[in-house]
């Protein structure tokens, strides 16, 4: 089945830094998701992306999808404390269904 | 987006015993999931449950251990049954509309002594 590799794995970075980081299919993609995860709350949607090339973003959050549609990029500028977390992408698991598969996660720091 | 509430919110359990996990939407939705998020790492899908029909579990999941009602398009709930330290985890519920992304409550932290 479809596999996701998320990189990094963990990034600690200055507050104030630009934050970039992706994930990678196994197979091609017609949806690509970005969920964040805070301790002790559940995956929040941040972008949702439908087409390959598409550059979407959400206040100082910007995704792309990935021309050969195996990739997917987000980028976070000007980081804040509360950007702290774990940044999920997720993609379909078949290209018919709701089933998502998720990748293993990006655990972002950001110190003062 | 819908909001989804799930009960308990977390729990302490003693092996042997089930716990029933309940997951309301606050609006009609088509599809409903439960995952489990264990310690570190990231979301595996359990099963999607089916509105009147039985639930379509993925690979390594089990009726038996995990059974799934989904009386209405709103409400789900997930048993987790005859626990053992290894089920030890993060359940959530999520729910999504056709051709729309899925948004997830903030789960259940279950812990079995």
């Known amino acids: 089945g479809q596999q996701l590799n998320q990189s990094p794995q963990s990034m600690f970075i200055q507050e104030g830094e630009d934050v970039s980081m992706n994930c990678t299919s196994s197979s091609i993609f017609n949806t690509w998701l970005w969920y964040k995860q805070d301790p002790g709350e559940g995956p929040v949607l941040l972008i949702a992306?439908?087409?390959?090339?598409e550059l979407t973003s959400n206040g100082r959050l910007t995704a792309q999808f990935g021309i050969t549609r195996k990739d997917s990029f987000l980028n976070i500028s000007a980081s804040i404390p509360s950007d702290v977390g774990i940044y999920f992408c997720a993609g379909p698991k078949d290209n018919y269904g709701q089933n998502f598969v998720f990748g293993p996660g990006t655990r972002l720091s950001v110190l003062p | 987006s819908a909001v989804i509430s799930q009960k308990p919110s977390r729990d302490i359990c003693q092996r042997g015993t089930s716990l029933t996990i309940q997951c309301q939407v606050d609006s009609q939705v088509t599809m409903m999931f439960w995952y489990r998020q264990q310690p570190g790492q990231s979301l595996t899908l359990i099963a999607t449950?089916?509105?009147?029909?039985?639930?379509?579990?993925e690979s390594g999941f089990v009726i038996d251990k995990f059974p799934i009602s989904r009386p209405n398009l709103t409400f789900s709930t997930l048993t987790v049954s005859n626990m053992s330290p290894e089920d030890s985890s993060i359940y959530l519920c999520?729910?999504?509309?056709?051709?729309?992304?899925?948004?997830f409550g903030d789960g259940t932290r279950l812990s079995i002594l």
């Open positions: 999520s729910a999504a509309d056709s051709n729309q992304p899925q948004h």
């Open positions: 449950a089916n509105q009147g029909s039985e639930a379509t579990y």
């Open positions: 992306l439908y087409k390959a090339g």
